[in-house]
């Protein structure tokens, strides 16, 4: 028997054959990763949730989450709203940070692709902060310190969505890192 040689896309491929395993695994420094994110709060089950894969992700690196509160100020405009974020979500972005953008105008990476920018951001950088925005996106000094912009998907998401996509993403790019296998 033959071991196929194509990914299973319900699982989104990292349950590859060990000769492909091997190819994509890769020494990485432990970078910390840090996800930022405007939120009200995604309740009780989506928490419970997304502390599970922040927890996956904790088997690897160090890994924290900052949720920064939705329009602070209470602001009726939605610029002013983005302003007020912006300049919440910058406190927790440190200058030698590699930050990644979560927005839906931004580029596509495959999980292999995203498993490499963390090895590559990790051997120049301190950490790696993901940074998913409000419900209008993300205010102008968030984008001007942006080092890349990613997407999660064609589909606009709701940003509890994106945490938990991104999340596993995170998970999945750890175990390609270091050759592991991963099934559903």
Not at 11 to 25: C, E, L, V, W
Not at 83 to 106: C, N, Q
Not at 174 to 184: N, Q, R, S, V
């Amino acid at each position: 028997t033959t071991t196929p040689t194509t990914r299973c896309m319900a699982t989104g491929g990292n349950n590859m054959d060990d000769t492909r395993r091997r190819q994509h695994a890769r020494a990485a420094r432990a970078v910390p990763l840090k996800l930022v994110m405007v939120s009200k709060g995604g309740g009780s089950g989506m928490d419970s949730v997304c502390k599970e894969w922040g927890d996956k992700v904790g088997r690897y690196t160090s890994f924290s989450e900052i949720v920064v509160k939705s329009n602070p100020k209470n602001a009726k405009a939605p610029l002013d709203q983005l302003s007020h974020e912006a300049e919440r979500v910058m406190k927790h972005l440190d200058a030698s940070d590699y930050v990644v953008l979560m927005d839906e105008r931004g580029e596509a990476l495959s999980s292999e692709q995203l498993s490499t920018l963390i090895a590559d951001a990790g051997n120049t950088h301190n950490a790696i902060s993901f940074v998913i925005g409000g419900p209008f996106g993300h205010g102008e000094p968030v984008i001007a310190r942006a080092d890349r912009k990613l997407k999660l998907s064609a589909f606009v998401m709701n940003h509890q969505v994106a945490r938990l996509v991104l999340l596993e993403q995170m998970y999945r790019a750890w175990t390609i890192l270091k050759g592991e296998p991963y099934h559903h």
